[in-house]
């Protein structure tokens, strides 16, 4: 049931009372913000929020003060500090070793200085020729098989887990197990224990891949990072990190996009008709399906933000969802429109943080989605769209499996 935002008529000198956070979406818009987001930014996009564990903090909905948090370095990332916004979970550990979304400088710093270099735009468009060849594998073994197929485990996860291989250095050899291993982990039907056993199963590989890297570099990313000062144990941190960060986002990407489109057919007959639009139309999904849709940072001291002070100590969820909405930011925001220009989009978050890995996630869209629209030109869903299995609840969004299916020639 969709939470709507709890607030009491404010009587004179009276603050009105913390929201909560509204969850769930309204039925038959599955790509839509929980509405009470919206009712929230139209009414103020900086308001009080209690948290299930009884914090009094902040909600961010505005695109203007969202970024402003993003920017600014009084607010901290470390998990420690952050009270959750969805339920109450205890205090939260610190983030893992190489994991640098709780970070926060000199730490931070000192990581994605190494990385940044790793991730220039020329590196990722140098890969566009592998993307390419990888998307045509499965794209024949689709067309081979015929449909109805899962995209998500026919095409979707595929192409960013064999990228992340090409980009850590994965021997060739050991990408089907590599592979076995992240399915399991993302694959709905998947059970606990046998989760816990690839999860398991692809730290301990990531430790010996660091390891073989070290003693015998080769052209990839681990094996430049060896000759950095980073640990063994930062080495394989950094490693697990990057895959969790490359996988799951882009395959949701991928299939969610692909579902959106789908659902709009004028958007879809418009990019198959101007490949061109590819890029516009990614940024444009990017923003209208927001699938990292929230995150938290804590203030280290008092700031002053849109004529309100939050104090040390407090938290404050930032809903990108319902800033990639403002109609401030981007008119007639709840339109799926690929021939918007939507950059400054918040989906890849913004300031030091940003989604490191941005630029291989677009360029991976921007070759798989308008090649599974060309390939097979009456491409449909195989079941009916409230069907489709999606992933409301989850820190990111998506769809757990997308049946699709298409005229055979």
């Given at each position: 049931?969709?939470?709507?935002?709890?607030?009491?008529?404010?009587?004179?000198?009276?603050?009105?009372?913390?929201?909560?956070?509204?969850?769930?979406?309204?039925?038959?818009?599955?790509?839509?913000?929980?509405?009470?987001?919206?009712?929230?930014?139209?009414?103020?996009?900086?308001?009080?929020?209690?948290?299930?564990?009884?914090?009094?903090?902040?909600?961010?909905?505005?695109?203007?003060?969202?970024?402003?948090?993003?920017?600014?370095?009084?607010?901290?990332?470390?998990?420690?500090?952050?009270?959750?916004?969805?339920?109450?979970?205890?205090?939260?550990?610190?983030?893992?070793?190489?994991?640098?979304?709780?970070?926060?400088?000199?730490?931070?710093?000192?990581?994605?200085?190494?990385?940044?270099?790793?991730?220039?735009?020329?590196?990722?468009?140098?890969?566009?020729?592998?993307?390419?060849?990888?998307?045509?594998?499965?794209?024949?073994?689709?067309?081979?098989?015929?449909?109805?197929?899962?995209?998500?485990?026919?095409?979707?996860?595929?192409?960013?887990?064999?990228?992340?291989?090409?980009?850590?250095?994965?021997?060739?050899?050991?990408?089907?197990?590599?592979?076995?291993?992240?399915?399991?982990?993302?694959?709905?039907?998947?059970?606990?224990?046998?989760?816990?056993?690839?999860?398991?199963?692809?730290?301990?590989?990531?430790?010996?891949?660091?390891?073989?890297?070290?003693?015998?570099?080769?052209?990839?990313?681990?094996?430049?990072?060896?000759?950095?000062?980073?640990?063994?144990?930062?080495?394989?941190?950094?490693?697990?990190?990057?895959?969790?960060?490359?996988?799951?986002?882009?395959?949701?990407?991928?299939?969610?996009?692909?579902?959106?489109?789908?659902?709009?057919?004028?958007?879809?007959?418009?990019l198959r008709a101007d490949?061109?639009?590819?890029?516009?139309?990614?940024?444009?999904?990017?923003?209208?399906?927001?699938?990292?849709?929230?995150?938290?940072?804590?203030?280290?001291?008092?700031?002053?933000?849109?004529?309100?002070?939050?104090?040390?100590?407090?938290?404050?969820?930032?809903?990108?969802?319902?800033?990639?909405?403002?109609?401030?930011?981007?008119?007639?925001?709840?339109?799926?429109?690929?021939?918007?220009?939507?950059?400054?989009?918040?989906?890849?978050?913004?300031?030091?943080?940003?989604?490191?890995?941005?630029?291989?996630?677009?360029?991976?869209?921007q070759v798989a989605l308008?090649?599974?629209?060309?390939?097979?030109?009456?491409?449909?869903?195989?079941?009916?769209?409230?069907?489709?299995?999606?992933?409301?609840?989850a820190s990111i969004l998506?769809?757990?499996?997308?049946?699709?299916?298409?005229?055979?020639?």
């Amino acid at each position: 049931m969709q939470n709507e935002p709890t607030a009491c008529p404010a009587g004179r000198g009276t603050a009105p009372e913390p929201v909560t956070i509204p969850t769930g979406r309204a039925s038959g818009c599955p790509f839509d913000p929980a509405a009470g987001l919206g009712a929230l930014r139209e009414r103020d996009p900086l308001v009080r929020m209690r948290y299930p564990d009884g914090h009094v903090g902040w909600l961010a909905t505005g695109y203007a003060t969202v970024r402003s948090i993003f920017a600014d370095s009084r607010f901290s990332s470390r998990y420690e500090l952050l009270h959750y916004p969805f339920a109450d979970i205890g205090e939260l550990p610190p983030a893992p070793v190489g994991d640098m979304t709780g970070m926060d400088a000199p730490e931070h710093t000192r990581f994605r200085k190494l990385l940044i270099s790793k991730f220039t735009v020329r590196r990722m468009r140098e890969l566009t020729a592998r993307v390419e060849e990888i998307t045509t594998e499965y794209l024949d073994a689709m067309e081979r098989k015929g449909g109805p197929v899962d995209l998500v485990e026919a095409f979707a996860q595929p192409i960013p887990a064999l990228m992340i291989c090409e980009l850590l250095g994965v021997p060739s050899v050991d990408r089907d197990r590599f592979q076995r291993w992240t399915t399991t982990m993302t694959t709905q039907s998947s059970d606990v224990r046998a989760m816990g056993e690839a999860m398991a199963a692809l730290g301990a590989y990531m430790g010996e891949l660091v390891a073989a890297k070290q003693a015998n570099p080769t052209d990839d990313l681990l094996s430049d990072l060896t000759t950095s000062d980073l640990t063994h144990e930062e080495l394989t941190g950094v490693g697990a990190f990057l895959l969790g960060a490359g996988l799951e986002t882009t395959a949701n990407m991928i299939s969610l996009g692909t579902f959106a489109l789908l659902s709009n057919p004028e958007q879809l007959a418009a990019l198959r008709a101007d490949p061109a639009l590819a890029p516009q139309a990614v940024e444009e999904l990017l923003r209208y399906l927001t699938i990292a849709h929230t995150t938290v940072k804590t203030a280290r001291e008092d700031v002053e933000l849109d004529d309100k002070v939050i104090r040390a100590g407090e938290s404050v969820t930032m809903s990108m969802e319902a800033a990639n909405r403002d109609p401030q930011r981007f008119p007639e925001p709840d339109a799926l429109d690929v021939h918007r220009k939507a950059s400054g989009h918040l989906a890849f978050g913004h300031g030091i943080h940003q989604c490191l890995g941005q630029q291989l996630a677009r360029v991976e869209m921007q070759v798989a989605l308008p090649a599974l629209l060309n390939r097979f030109p009456t491409l449909r869903l195989a079941v009916p769209a409230d069907e489709v299995p999606l992933r409301t609840a989850a820190s990111i969004l998506g769809a757990h499996s997308l049946p699709v299916t298409w005229d055979g020639v």
